[in-house]
């Protein structure tokens, strides 16, 4: 007799990893990945700067090139940081209307994470972690935990 315990099976196929160590991968996402951060950016107000340091520190000129050509392969590094803030964006608008939504980054927030810090300056303070942190923060609270 096994006394494994075994799983139920569920209804749900498991998600397919996307393997960004794959040129061909980067290849298929960047462009679209660069159109909705330019499209985020936007809509967060964000400036340049601080688009810029999202991005990973990137120069002006590089910056301004992609906006106006986003036609690119993207290091994993940016890919994973763009798809941590379009997650952010998308359970912002999920959790709250819109105008909120959007404006949320710009927010004084007493969650002991942010520390009466506005969400933005935490992310840019804090890299690629602090952007999961968000990302993480969001999805438990849509997912009502």
Do not use: C
């Not at 107000?45 to 993207?74: C, H, I, M, T």
Request: hydrophobic share 40%.
């Amino acid at each position: 007799m096994s006394l494994a315990y075994a799983y139920p099976k569920s209804r749900f196929e498991p998600a397919v990893l996307v393997d960004l160590n794959s040129k061909a991968e980067r290849e298929r996402l960047s462009k679209s990945a660069l159109k909705g951060f330019f499209r985020l950016a936007a809509a967060w107000q964000l400036r340049d700067d601080d688009a810029r340091e999202l991005l990973g520190g990137l120069s002006s000129s590089s910056f301004y090139e992609w906006k106006k050509n986003p036609d690119r392969v993207l290091e994993v590094d940016r890919i994973t940081r763009i798809s941590y803030l379009l997650g952010i964006y998308k359970a912002l608008h999920i959790l709250y209307g819109d105008k909120l939504a959007d404006e949320w980054v710009h927010l004084p927030n007493t969650n002991p994470i942010f520390n009466g810090r506005k969400p933005l300056a935490f992310m840019l303070g804090g890299g690629l972690l602090a952007m999961q942190t968000v990302r993480k923060l969001l999805d438990a609270r849509r997912g009502g935990l």
